[in-house]
């Protein structure tokens, strides 16, 4: 059965301070990975989505790597501030195409202290 | 642009009344899809159209559910008779068909039954 876990379920830091979050999954075949952000009270919204032979994605502060060997991918955010206070959600993709080839995590809850 | 427009954005409703969800898709895409999300489970794909067609209804989870999309703009998930259990936060997305192509979730409508 295809699973995407991430890992911390939440997380709190200082801002300013960067941190990692991370995403493991078994979906299998592999066509492609996104990272989410998702405010309270809103949807979703799309940082960067990477496919079999990307290895690094940035989009300002935040970059995201993926080691399709491991599977494994980690979401770097840097110089953090109170707007990335949120919930981050990973989301992998398998080669059939169709919506019913998503699995998701269930996201890690960040929370940016001043 | 106007994005994915949702409406009620929250709705509380009794134990096995009637209730209807509406969306209003980005002009010009193609694909719609209704997603469910809960602390338990995250977010989970209820069902998915192409060009007004529902593909996949394998993750709406009874037959209480229903979706319609009679045109290009605009589609409806039911449920009837409603539950405590449905209580939940209900997105609608858009996108151009295809594997790659990023999906643009609306606000969202948050389910109460009580």
């Known amino acids: 059965k295809n699973q995407v876990e991430q890992s911390p379920q939440s997380l709190i830091i200082l801002e300013g301070k960067n941190c990692t979050l991370q995403c493991n999954y078994t979906v299998s075949p592999f066509s492609n990975l996104r990272w989410y952000k998702q405010d309270t009270g809103r949807g979703p919204v799309s940082l960067t989505i990477?496919?079999?032979?990307?290895n690094t994605k940035s989009n300002g502060r935040y970059t995201a790597t993926l080691d399709a060997d491991t599977k494994q991918s980690s979401l770097h955010i840097t110089a953090s501030q109170l707007s990335d206070s949120a919930s981050y959600i990973c989301?992998?993709?398998?080669?059939?195409?169709?919506?019913?080839?998503?699995?998701f995590g269930k996201g890690t809850h960040l929370i940016i202290q001043p | 642009d106007a994005g994915v427009i949702q409406s009620p954005r929250h709705e509380v409703t009794e134990m096995g009344q009637e209730v209807t969800l509406r969306c209003k898709p980005i002009?010009?895409?193609?694909?719609l899809f209704w997603y469910r999300q809960t602390m338990m489970r995250g977010l989970e794909l209820l069902i998915y159209?192409?060009?007004?067609?529902?593909?996949?209804d394998s993750g709406m989870p009874e037959d209480r559910f229903s979706a319609k999309m009679p045109n290009a703009s605009f589609s409806t998930l039911k449920i009837q008779p409603s539950e405590p259990r449905d209580s939940a936060v209900y997105f609608c997305?858009?996108?151009?068909?295809?594997?790659?192509?990023?999906?643009?979730f609306g606000p969202g409508t948050r389910l109460t039954v009580t």
């Open positions: 997305a858009s996108s151009f068909y295809g594997e790659n192509y990023e999906q643009y």
């Open positions: 989301v992998v993709s398998d080669s059939g195409g169709g919506a019913d080839g998503l699995t």
């Open positions: 002009s010009g895409h193609n694909s």
């Open positions: 159209f192409n060009n007004n067609v529902p593909i996949d």
């Open positions: 990477m496919t079999f032979s990307e």
